[in-house]
């Protein structure tokens, strides 16, 4: 695809400072790259694989996003074409310096227990001889029920669990 030369170093400018490009598969006119002003999606598309096909750069594809990765080759070729020091490596190459960290000293007679603010993940358990509001959970089993409150629940239209008494013979 033929496309301005300034963009097209554009893109390999920002290729070979990150290490990796992104660009959604959107070949619309309309659908710029959000990271290069002024370029689409489409013309990201064709530089990159205009290098994939030269085993400069390793694709993958996921949710229609393409990933590109610089392989050393890539590297080597870039800072050529871009006219680079050897000094200077992509992003995803840099080693990340993490400050030394300084140990923290507790204070002496504090507890030894970390706190967090906010809600617990967990409500905390009960207590077994401790009950709240709806009683223990087997309270329902130990409850005997006397016949005369099946009878009357039977006698207000509701249905009993316990069979009828007997009538008795007659005779």
């Not at 080759?73 to 020091?85: D, F, T």
């Not at 050897?86 to 300084?102: M, N, Y």
Request: a positive charge.
């Amino acid at each position: 695809m033929l496309m301005p030369l300034e963009r097209l170093q554009a893109i390999y400018e920002l290729l070979f400072r990150e290490g990796v490009m992104v660009a959604k598969k959107d070949k619309r006119p309309q659908s710029f790259h959000p990271q290069l002003p002024g370029i689409t999606n489409l013309q990201v598309l064709r530089a990159m694989g205009s290098l994939r096909s030269r085993g400069l750069v390793r694709e993958t594809f996921a949710w229609r996003h393409c990933y590109w990765y610089l392989t050393n080759e890539g590297i080597g070729h870039l800072r050529q074409y871009l006219h680079l020091p050897p000094e200077i490596v992509p992003a995803s190459l840099q080693r990340v310096r993490r400050p030394v960290a300084v140990p923290m000293r507790r204070p002496a007679a504090g507890p030894r227990v970390q706190t967090v603010p906010g809600l617990a993940s967990c409500p905390p358990k009960r207590q077994a001889g401790g009950e709240e509001g709806g009683g223990s959970r087997q309270a329902y089993r130990r409850r005997e029920e006397t016949r005369e409150q099946h009878v009357e629940a039977a006698s207000a239209g509701g249905v009993s669990r316990l069979a009828p008494e007997p009538s008795p013979a007659p005779g």
